[in-house]
């Protein structure tokens, strides 16, 4: 099921699936520029966003290998790191 909410006079996207709510990040980003790409690029360069995402990976996705995921937590944070 898809809804939308309007957060600070900006409208994102809540997708419903197996009792969960997923928000859209991109909808999120539109509030502070048009260009949500480079706001959500620059979000997961950071490194504490990078270990959040591999400790969310760790718990909640059975598939995830955190040995190839070690050389995105050294380069996060790195002006030449992208994603």
Do not use: C, H, Q
Request: charged share 25%.
């Amino acid at each position: 099921m898809r809804k939308t909410i309007s957060v600070k006079d900006t409208a994102v996207v809540v997708v419903s699936a197996n009792n969960s709510d997923y928000i859209s990040l991109t909808d999120i980003a539109k509030y502070k520029t048009d260009d949500a790409s480079s706001v959500i690029g620059n979000w997961m360069r950071n490194r504490n966003t990078n270990e959040f995402l591999g400790i969310w990976k760790t718990l909640y996705n059975l598939n995830f290998k955190p040995i190839e995921f070690e050389g995105f937590k050294t380069e996060a944070g790195l002006n030449s790191f992208t994603m």
